[in-house]
T-cell receptor, first 116, second 110 residues
Framework: SAVISQKPSRDICQRGTSLTIQCQVD?????MFWYRQQPGQSLTLIAT?????????ESGFVIDKFPISRPNLTFSTLTVSNMSPEDSSIYLC?????????????FGQGTRLTVV | GQQLNQSPQSMFIQEGEDVSMNCTSS?????WLWYKQDPGEGPVLLIA?????ELTSNGRLTAQFGITRKDSFLNISASIPSDVGIYFC??????????FGKGTLLTVNP
Protein backbone atom coordinates (compact mmCIF):
# COMPACT_ATOMS: atom_id res chain seq x y z
CA SER A 1 0.00 0.00 0.00
CA ALA A 2 0.98 3.67 -0.06
CA VAL A 3 0.77 6.30 2.67
CA ILE A 4 -0.11 9.73 1.34
CA SER A 5 0.23 13.00 3.23
CA GLN A 6 -1.41 16.20 2.07
CA LYS A 7 -0.75 19.72 3.28
CA PRO A 8 -2.56 21.79 4.30
CA SER A 9 -5.45 19.72 5.61
CA ARG A 10 -7.71 22.76 5.37
CA ASP A 11 -7.55 26.44 4.57
CA ILE A 12 -9.74 29.49 4.24
CA CYS A 13 -8.63 31.80 1.47
CA GLN A 14 -9.62 35.15 0.05
CA ARG A 15 -11.00 35.26 -3.47
CA GLY A 16 -8.45 36.20 -6.08
CA THR A 17 -5.58 34.54 -4.24
CA SER A 18 -3.90 31.20 -4.97
CA LEU A 19 -3.26 28.14 -2.80
CA THR A 20 -0.69 25.42 -3.38
CA ILE A 21 -1.49 21.97 -2.02
CA GLN A 22 1.30 19.47 -1.43
CA CYS A 23 1.12 15.69 -1.74
CA GLN A 24 3.88 13.46 -0.38
CA VAL A 25 3.95 9.66 -0.84
CA ASP A 26 6.03 7.25 1.23
CA UNK A 27 7.17 5.30 -1.83
CA UNK A 28 8.04 6.02 -5.44
CA UNK A 29 5.03 5.93 -7.73
CA UNK A 30 4.69 6.50 -11.43
CA UNK A 31 1.24 8.01 -11.55
CA MET A 32 -0.19 10.63 -9.23
CA PHE A 33 -3.69 12.02 -9.61
CA TRP A 34 -5.55 15.06 -8.34
CA TYR A 35 -9.30 14.96 -7.67
CA ARG A 36 -11.85 17.54 -6.63
CA GLN A 37 -14.87 16.83 -4.45
CA GLN A 38 -17.35 19.69 -4.39
CA PRO A 39 -19.65 19.97 -1.35
CA GLY A 40 -22.00 16.99 -1.17
CA GLN A 41 -20.73 15.62 -4.46
CA SER A 42 -18.66 12.74 -5.73
CA LEU A 43 -15.01 12.92 -6.76
CA THR A 44 -13.99 14.23 -10.17
CA LEU A 45 -10.55 13.75 -11.68
CA ILE A 46 -8.74 17.03 -12.36
CA ALA A 47 -5.48 15.80 -13.86
CA THR A 48 -2.79 13.15 -13.95
CA UNK A 49 0.67 14.24 -12.81
CA UNK A 50 3.65 12.51 -14.41
CA UNK A 51 7.26 13.11 -13.55
CA UNK A 52 9.22 14.81 -16.28
CA UNK A 53 6.26 15.85 -18.37
CA UNK A 54 3.31 18.20 -18.24
CA UNK A 55 0.25 17.10 -16.39
CA UNK A 56 -2.65 15.73 -18.39
CA UNK A 57 -5.90 17.54 -17.66
CA GLU A 58 -9.43 16.20 -17.86
CA SER A 59 -12.16 17.95 -19.76
CA GLY A 60 -13.24 21.11 -17.95
CA PHE A 61 -9.93 21.66 -16.17
CA VAL A 62 -7.08 23.81 -17.50
CA ILE A 63 -3.45 24.32 -16.58
CA ASP A 64 -3.80 28.07 -16.01
CA LYS A 65 -6.36 27.47 -13.28
CA PHE A 66 -4.82 24.30 -11.78
CA PRO A 67 -1.08 24.25 -12.42
CA ILE A 68 0.58 21.05 -11.26
CA SER A 69 4.18 20.20 -10.49
CA ARG A 70 5.73 16.73 -10.25
CA PRO A 71 9.43 17.19 -9.48
CA ASN A 72 10.09 13.57 -8.43
CA LEU A 73 8.43 10.20 -7.94
CA THR A 74 7.21 10.90 -4.39
CA PHE A 75 5.89 14.46 -4.52
CA SER A 76 3.41 16.64 -6.37
CA THR A 77 1.71 19.99 -5.91
CA LEU A 78 -1.59 21.35 -7.15
CA THR A 79 -2.19 25.09 -7.21
CA VAL A 80 -5.69 26.51 -7.27
CA SER A 81 -5.23 29.90 -8.93
CA ASN A 82 -7.23 33.12 -8.76
CA MET A 83 -9.73 31.47 -6.46
CA SER A 84 -13.44 32.17 -6.36
CA PRO A 85 -16.08 30.79 -3.96
CA GLU A 86 -16.93 28.14 -6.59
CA ASP A 87 -13.50 26.61 -5.96
CA SER A 88 -14.51 25.71 -2.41
CA SER A 89 -14.05 21.95 -2.40
CA ILE A 90 -12.02 19.12 -1.03
CA TYR A 91 -8.94 18.45 -3.17
CA LEU A 92 -7.51 14.95 -2.98
CA CYS A 93 -4.27 13.42 -4.13
CA UNK A 94 -4.24 9.80 -5.24
CA UNK A 95 -1.62 7.30 -6.33
CA UNK A 96 -1.75 3.85 -7.83
CA UNK A 97 0.21 1.15 -6.06
CA UNK A 98 0.47 -2.59 -6.27
CA UNK A 99 -1.23 -4.45 -3.43
CA UNK A 100 -2.28 -8.06 -3.11
CA UNK A 101 -3.67 -9.33 -6.39
CA UNK A 102 -3.50 -6.16 -8.38
CA UNK A 103 -2.98 -2.46 -8.70
CA UNK A 104 -5.14 -0.22 -6.54
CA UNK A 105 -5.62 3.48 -5.98
CA UNK A 106 -4.94 5.11 -2.60
CA PHE A 107 -5.98 8.56 -1.43
CA GLY A 108 -4.66 11.23 0.85
CA GLN A 109 -6.92 12.67 3.52
CA GLY A 110 -7.73 15.65 1.34
CA THR A 111 -7.41 19.43 1.61
CA ARG A 112 -10.63 21.20 2.50
CA LEU A 113 -10.58 24.61 0.82
CA THR A 114 -13.03 27.38 1.59
CA VAL A 115 -12.89 30.54 -0.50
CA VAL A 116 -14.50 33.65 0.95
CA GLY B 1 -18.68 9.88 -21.75
CA GLN B 2 -19.15 6.97 -19.43
CA GLN B 3 -22.43 6.79 -17.55
CA LEU B 4 -22.09 5.39 -14.04
CA ASN B 5 -25.23 4.98 -11.97
CA GLN B 6 -24.99 4.18 -8.27
CA SER B 7 -28.02 3.39 -6.15
CA PRO B 8 -29.50 3.93 -3.74
CA GLN B 9 -28.46 7.52 -3.12
CA SER B 10 -28.98 7.12 0.63
CA MET B 11 -30.06 4.48 3.12
CA PHE B 12 -31.29 4.68 6.69
CA ILE B 13 -31.13 1.34 8.46
CA GLN B 14 -31.18 -0.15 11.93
CA GLU B 15 -28.08 -1.66 13.43
CA GLY B 16 -27.89 -5.35 12.57
CA GLU B 17 -29.63 -5.05 9.22
CA ASP B 18 -28.01 -5.99 5.94
CA VAL B 19 -27.34 -3.41 3.23
CA SER B 20 -27.02 -3.71 -0.52
CA MET B 21 -25.94 -1.10 -3.05
CA ASN B 22 -25.00 -1.34 -6.70
CA CYS B 23 -23.46 0.41 -9.65
CA THR B 24 -24.26 0.03 -13.30
CA SER B 25 -22.45 1.43 -16.29
CA SER B 26 -22.99 1.92 -19.97
CA UNK B 27 -19.36 0.89 -20.50
CA UNK B 28 -17.36 -2.22 -19.80
CA UNK B 29 -14.71 -2.10 -17.08
CA UNK B 30 -11.91 -4.52 -16.28
CA UNK B 31 -11.79 -3.65 -12.59
CA TRP B 32 -14.32 -2.49 -10.03
CA LEU B 33 -13.29 -0.79 -6.80
CA TRP B 34 -15.45 0.02 -3.81
CA TYR B 35 -14.46 2.83 -1.43
CA LYS B 36 -15.80 4.22 1.81
CA GLN B 37 -15.37 7.86 2.80
CA ASP B 38 -15.73 9.05 6.37
CA PRO B 39 -16.33 12.76 7.07
CA GLY B 40 -13.14 14.78 6.70
CA GLU B 41 -11.19 11.88 5.24
CA GLY B 42 -10.17 10.63 1.83
CA PRO B 43 -11.78 7.51 0.38
CA VAL B 44 -10.48 4.21 1.72
CA LEU B 45 -10.47 1.13 -0.47
CA LEU B 46 -12.79 -1.63 0.77
CA ILE B 47 -12.77 -4.23 -1.97
CA ALA B 48 -11.15 -4.62 -5.39
CA UNK B 49 -12.61 -6.87 -8.10
CA UNK B 50 -10.49 -7.88 -11.07
CA UNK B 51 -12.45 -10.56 -12.92
CA UNK B 52 -15.97 -10.74 -14.32
CA UNK B 53 -18.15 -12.90 -12.09
CA GLU B 54 -15.73 -12.60 -9.19
CA LEU B 55 -17.28 -12.61 -5.71
CA THR B 56 -15.01 -11.25 -2.99
CA SER B 57 -15.50 -10.83 0.75
CA ASN B 58 -13.75 -8.63 3.27
CA GLY B 59 -15.17 -9.33 6.70
CA ARG B 60 -18.85 -8.34 6.66
CA LEU B 61 -18.50 -6.89 3.17
CA THR B 62 -19.14 -8.84 0.00
CA ALA B 63 -18.84 -7.49 -3.52
CA GLN B 64 -19.38 -8.99 -6.95
CA PHE B 65 -18.12 -8.04 -10.38
CA GLY B 66 -21.00 -8.50 -12.81
CA ILE B 67 -20.60 -11.06 -15.55
CA THR B 68 -21.26 -8.43 -18.22
CA ARG B 69 -18.49 -6.25 -16.69
CA LYS B 70 -20.94 -3.36 -16.62
CA ASP B 71 -22.08 -3.64 -13.02
CA SER B 72 -21.10 -4.46 -9.47
CA PHE B 73 -22.80 -4.69 -6.11
CA LEU B 74 -21.64 -4.30 -2.52
CA ASN B 75 -23.35 -5.95 0.43
CA ILE B 76 -22.77 -5.20 4.09
CA SER B 77 -24.08 -7.75 6.54
CA ALA B 78 -25.09 -7.15 10.17
CA SER B 79 -24.44 -3.41 10.01
CA ILE B 80 -22.89 -1.58 12.95
CA PRO B 81 -22.77 2.16 13.74
CA SER B 82 -19.23 2.56 12.39
CA ASP B 83 -20.47 1.52 8.94
CA VAL B 84 -21.86 5.05 8.62
CA GLY B 85 -20.32 6.92 5.72
CA ILE B 86 -20.46 7.38 1.98
CA TYR B 87 -19.77 4.38 -0.22
CA PHE B 88 -18.53 4.84 -3.75
CA CYS B 89 -18.03 2.49 -6.64
CA UNK B 90 -15.04 3.60 -8.69
CA UNK B 91 -14.07 1.56 -11.71
CA UNK B 92 -10.79 2.71 -13.24
CA UNK B 93 -10.32 3.52 -16.87
CA UNK B 94 -6.88 3.66 -18.48
CA UNK B 95 -3.89 4.40 -16.23
CA UNK B 96 -5.96 4.10 -13.08
CA UNK B 97 -8.05 7.18 -13.61
CA UNK B 98 -11.07 6.51 -11.44
CA UNK B 99 -14.65 7.26 -12.40
CA PHE B 100 -16.66 7.68 -9.22
CA GLY B 101 -20.32 6.91 -8.75
CA LYS B 102 -22.41 9.54 -6.99
CA GLY B 103 -22.14 7.63 -3.74
CA THR B 104 -24.49 5.95 -1.29
CA LEU B 105 -24.86 7.72 2.05
CA LEU B 106 -25.39 5.12 4.75
CA THR B 107 -26.86 5.98 8.13
CA VAL B 108 -27.08 3.28 10.80
CA ASN B 109 -29.37 3.84 13.74
CA PRO B 110 -28.16 2.12 16.92
Amino acid sequence: SAVISQKPSRDICQRGTSLTIQCQVDSQVTMMFWYRQQPGQSLTLIATANQGSEATYESGFVIDKFPISRPNLTFSTLTVSNMSPEDSSIYLCSVEAFQGGGTEAFFGQGTRLTVV
Amino acid sequence: GQQLNQSPQSMFIQEGEDVSMNCTSSSIFNTWLWYKQDPGEGPVLLIALYKAGELTSNGRLTAQFGITRKDSFLNISASIPSDVGIYFCAPPRGNYKLTFGKGTLLTVNP
